[in-house]
T-cell receptor, first 111, second 115 residues
């Protein structure tokens, strides 16, 4: 069974701190996706990691992919309140364009 | 960038009625679209894959007769929740893959509340 596991599932942190969300997966997928979801809203694509060793950065967020370890990380640097959201990782499923989703990490950043 | 429009954003209906949700790809063609259901504080659960011009592919445990999917054109997929009951209340989200499939574009979601 294809699995995507995220941890932690919940994270409360202070502004200015750094933290990392982890995404482990059981498939042999070479691609991994990170999405953001605000409460009551749909999903917004953050990063698409297409190969082993891929690293992408956007503002205070940086994502990396290690396909050998089947691990992706989403690192938050000097967190700000606006980054509070739920973050999902996903990998390619068996069918065309289908995604297998992690459970999501709810991130709360306190001022 | 590519946009997926989902309508309506919110529906409140009585038990026993049917509700139709539309998902449109606005500036690109989508031969495949996906319908998800999301319960509060949970991840997305894939319900079905909508295929233009052919039958949808449903995930295990999803009732085909309950959740009717029609993908009649390259830009429109619809999900009809038939004879809705309170347990069908949920957040429904559609998505369509962009060119090359490297990215999924999501609709804004439909919050269904069945009284």
């Amino acid at each position: 069974e294809l699995k995507v596991e995220q941890n932690p599932l919940f994270l409360s942190m202070q502004e200015g701190k750094n933290y990392t969300i982890y995404c482990n997966y059981s498939t042999t997928s070479d691609r991994l996706y990170w999405y953001r979801q605000d409460p009551g809203k749909s999903l917004e694509s953050l990063f698409v990691l297409l190969s082993n060793g891929a690293v992408k950065q956007e503002g205070r967020l940086m994502a990396s992919l290690d396909t050998k370890a089947r691990l992706s990380t989403l690192h938050i640097t000097a967190a700000v309140h606006d980054l509070s959201a739920t973050y999902f990782c996903a990998v390619d499923g068996d069918s065309n364009y289908q995604l297998i989703w992690g459970a999501g990490t709810k991130l709360i950043i306190k001022p | 960038g590519a946009v997926v429009s989902q309508h309506p954003s919110r529906v409140i209906c009585k038990s026993g009625t049917s509700v139709k949700i539309e998902c449109r790809s606005l500036d690109f063609q989508a031969t495949t679209m996906f319908w998800y259901r999301q319960f509060p504080k949970q991840s997305l659960m894939l319900m079905a894959t909508s295929n233009e011009g052919s039958k949808a592919t449903y995930e295990q445990g999803v009732e085909k007769d309950k959740f009717l999917i029609n993908h009649a054109s390259l830009t429109l997929s619809t999900l009809t929740v038939t004879s809705a009951h309170p347990e069908d209340s949920s957040f429904y989200i559609c998505s369509a893959p962009g060119q090359g499939g490297n990215i999924q574009y999501f609709g804004a979601g439909t919050r269904l509340s069945v009284l």
